[in-house]
């Protein structure tokens, strides 16, 4: 069946580093491609999507794109603020099938410090 | 527009009670998918609708239920409560006719059984 596996984290940067937490996934056809963050005490903020092939997903300084020969879409950012500090999760959505259902990576849980 | 709604945002229960979960999705759409993240689970999708009618659902035992109403606002239903049903359970909902549409996430309602 369709999965998706991402990095074990936590990744601890200091501010201003560079951020790369890696997803790759596993499906039948042509699925959509997400990132979602979620901080403490809060339900999931959409960060970027992208919807097929070599499509770039960006938003907030952060950038992913579906790489379908190597089936991964990872997430970027130049320079990590203190504030970037959640858990990142990478979910996919198949677009054939009759639903909305996504599913999602274990998450990764990001620590920048100052 | 107002994002994804969700009452109450915690409840604390016993083992063997029920409970009752409520959603307002974003205002014009019609899916509302319902999910359970734990430590040790991660996020799993517990079931869909679209129009009133249940689409797609997931791994969960006959205890969780759920239904839409015609205003697209959603309940979900546990049922006979056990400890391990204590979770942060998240509402989700994404534009009309799309599959394969982007979720938008509530804040998430946080269970506790006892």
């Known amino acids: 069946g369709d999965s998706v596996t991402q990095m074990e984290g936590p990744v601890t940067l200091s501010e201003e580093a560079f951020l790369t937490i890696n997803c790759t996934y596993t499906a039948t056809g042509y699925p959509s491609l997400f990132w979602y963050v979620q901080y403490p005490g809060e339900g999931l903020q959409l960060l970027l999507k992208a919807t097929k092939a070599d499509d770039k997903g960006s938003n907030k300084g952060f950038e992913a794109t579906y790489r379908k020969e190597t089936t991964s879409f990872h997430l970027e950012k130049g320079s990590v603020q203190v504030s970037d500090s959640a858990v990142y999760f990478c979910?996919?959505?198949?677009?054939?099938?009759?639903?909305?259902?996504?599913?999602f990576g274990t998450g990764t849980r990001l620590q920048v410090f100052p | 527009k107002a994002g994804v709604t969700q009452t109450p945002r915690y409840l604390i229960k016993t083992r063997g009670q029920q409970v009752t979960l409520s959603c307002s999705p974003i205002s014009g759409h019609r899916s509302v998918s319902w999910y359970q993240q734990t430590p040790g689970q991660g996020l799993q999708f517990l079931f869909e609708y679209f129009s009133e009618t249940q689409r797609n659902k997931g791994n969960f035992p006959g205890r969780f239920s759920g239904r839409q109403f015609s205003n697209s606002r959603s309940e979900m239903n546990v049922s006979t409560l056990e400890l391990g049903d204590s979770a942060l359970y998240l509402c989700?909902?994404?534009?009309?006719?799309?599959?394969?549409?982007?979720?938008?996430f509530g804040p998430g309602t946080r269970l506790t059984v006892l």
């Open positions: 989700a909902s994404s534009s009309i006719n799309r599959t394969g549409g982007t979720q938008y």
């Open positions: 979910a996919l959505g198949q677009n054939y099938y009759n639903t909305d259902k996504l599913i």
